[in-house]
């Protein structure tokens, strides 16, 4: 996926300064152009390159560092410092606690995974220990009833839903009290996502909020829209007073490294990401340890 190659890419320039008998200003210079590429080339914006660029310049003074100092020491956790500040959205995400009825609602654009992404979260907190359940409050599109359904049967998770019943209001309710009597504590809300037009989406966003009291709304995206990513960020950030972000489809698109710093760029947190299209593709994003992966 792009983002190792985009691991590599930085990682090969840190080691090159390894070649290097003297690490100066010249090596320090031909290492930053070459990550500023990388990243242009993972799609980061042009904006966020330059301030990387700038703030690692701005660490690293090879001058006034005392004599025997590891200098490739030096930029290398410089680099590490600047890419983990520009995901880094510098506010923690809700998490949910074991015990309490924890309501999740999803929201997204059609298409951008949000109804697999939902089977993801659900699985992901069930192997944590959490008794999940699956609600699906989408009555426009005719086949996500039976979608969600055959995703929560093949991971045992109990659903609950509607063939008949057209407001998505009405089933979100009963479904998060049917399941808040069942001592459910993960009540996953999965949303109709027909709407283009992200003022309608997040119309019908705040009337199942306002039903069903969610303690976190997640905003499903997919992630190979790429630096697109930050104007529907931007968007949901402002829509709704509480929420992370999934980005989805971060195998194999030539646009993730861009999703995800676009995303980071509207200091949104960004919680997961979606690897593929099956349920155990899914994978928890947190930066440091994100970062000190895809620098080798
Ligand atoms: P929704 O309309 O937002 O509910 O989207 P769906 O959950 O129906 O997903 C739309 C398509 O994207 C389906 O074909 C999914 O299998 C696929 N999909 C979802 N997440 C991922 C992902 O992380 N990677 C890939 N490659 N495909 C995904």
Known sequence: MVLAQLGGSIARALARMKDAT????????????????????ADVRFE????????IKSTVNLDALAAGTDKRRV????????????????????????????????VGLQGSGKTTTCTKYADYYRWKGFSPAL?????????????????????????????????PMKIAIEGVDKFRKEKCDLIIVD????????????EQMLQVS???????????MDG??????????????????IGSVIITKMDGHAKG??????????????????????????EVFDVKPFVSRLLG
């Open 75 to 106: 930029i290398h956790t410089a680099v590490a410092g600047e890419l983990c500040r520009m995901l880094d959205p510098g506010k923690p995400a809700f998490t949910p606690s074991k015990g309490k009825p924890n309501v999740v609602m999803f």
């Open 224 to 241: 190979s829209i790429g630096q697109a990513a930050f104007d529907q960020a931007q968007a949901f950030k402002q829509s709704a007073s």
């Open 135 to 167: 609600v699906c409050a989408d009555t426009f599109q005719a086949d996500a009833f039976d979608q969600l359904k055959q995703n929560a049967a093949k991971a045992k998770i109990p659903f609950y839903g509607s063939y008949i019943e057209s407001d």
């Open 210 to 220: 306002e039903a069903t009291k969610p303690n976190l709304v997640i905003f499903v």
């Open 257 to 282: 490294g861009g999703a995800l710093s676009a995303v980071a760029a509207t200091r949104s947190p960004v919680i997961f990401i979606g690897t593929g299209e099956h349920i155990p593709n899914f």
């Open 22 to 41: 003297v690490v100066d200003d010249k090596v320090l210079a031909d290492c930053l152009n070459e990550i500023s590429r990388a990243l242009l080339q």
């Open 191 to 202: 949303t109709s996502g027909r709407h283009k037009q992200e003022a309608a989406l997040f």
């Open 48 to 55: 966020t390159v330059r301030d990387v660029k700038a703030g």
